[in-house]
């Protein structure tokens, strides 16, 4: 197997090419020590045209025939330029973020943010640790909307994230919605993986949709459901309203359907997962993201730019100006 050799810059494809130089040396001791036997004229015309041309037009053949074999034996070790390396890697998982953004995602029990803004957080920091990933965003309330399609574009997905509010679906829990959503975005994505994070801090109480059986309709289609509930326990300040002053806040019981959240997750081959604070929620996030890691195959290649072609170009034309000056001078009269 040929090992490419870097020379000036250069990188040569066949090395073992430039052994053919060393014969070179033998054809000039050669072409020195052969000697015609005799003068094959019948006219002194082309000689007294050699002795005007001078002694140097003797020595051209010779000069261009060198010229072709160094240029003929250089292209044969194939020069390429600019190489450098690059790496190619396999695809990576498709996953849909799904993001509850109802207004009860406004409760501040996760200091000092509220629920909706913690999520946004943790969910980009799980958007940057995936590169190779096909990521997709379905946010969700009484309906749910495709914000971002899957996409490898993450800067996309970023701001997308970044827009996220209460208030821009109409109020409610439409898991069921929700599922069947990010399902359908995930059923045709090309590869073997897919995998759909919900997150939500209630119960399903809109959409004509049943969670378990948009659920299942997703295992059909090999996407793996991780769901997470957000919420401490007991009590916490939730908007009920607008006052003079902004959001009017009320204590009400923290509700999250652990049973439901738990039977669609794992019916999928997934799991449920519980964030009673903003350390738990990045947690989980973490944890998912360890969970669903393939190991990326990359193949290294170089790119090159192929330089063969001049030094080729160049013995071939010297070898016909070889072929053209030795017939030209037999055919002086």
Known sequence: MNTPLVIGGLLLARPWALALLLVLPLWWWWSHRRRPAAIAYSRVGPLLAAARRGSWTRRLPAMLRTVALLALVVALAQPRSGARAATLSTEGINIVLVVDISSSMLAEDFQPQNRLEV???????????????????????????????????HPVVLAAIDHLQAGQLEDGTAIGTAIATAANRLRRAPGKSRVMVLLTDGENNRGAIDPRTAAQAAGQVGVRLYTIGVGTEGMAPVPVGRGLFGLRYENRP?????????????????????????????????????????????????????????????????LLLEVGLVAWRGMVP
Do not use: C, M
Request: overall charge positive; glycine content about 6%; hydrophobic content about 40%.
């Open 254 to 318: 923290v509700k999250i359907d652990e049973a439901l959240l738990t039977e669609v997750a794992t019916g999928t081959g997934g799991r449920y997962f519980r964030a009673r604070d903003a350390a738990a929620l990045q947690r989980i996030y973490d944890q998912i993201d360890r969970l669903e890691r393939t190991p990326v195959r990359a193949r290294s290649y170089v790119r090159f730019t192929e330089q063969y072609p001049w030094p080729l170009v160049l013995g071939v034309v010297a």
């Open 119 to 153: 999520a946004k957080e943790q969910v980009k920091r799980f958007v940057a640790a995936r590169p190779t990933d096909r990521i997709g965003l379905v946010a969700f309330s009484g309906e749910a909307l495709t914000q971002v399609p899957l996409t490898t574009d």
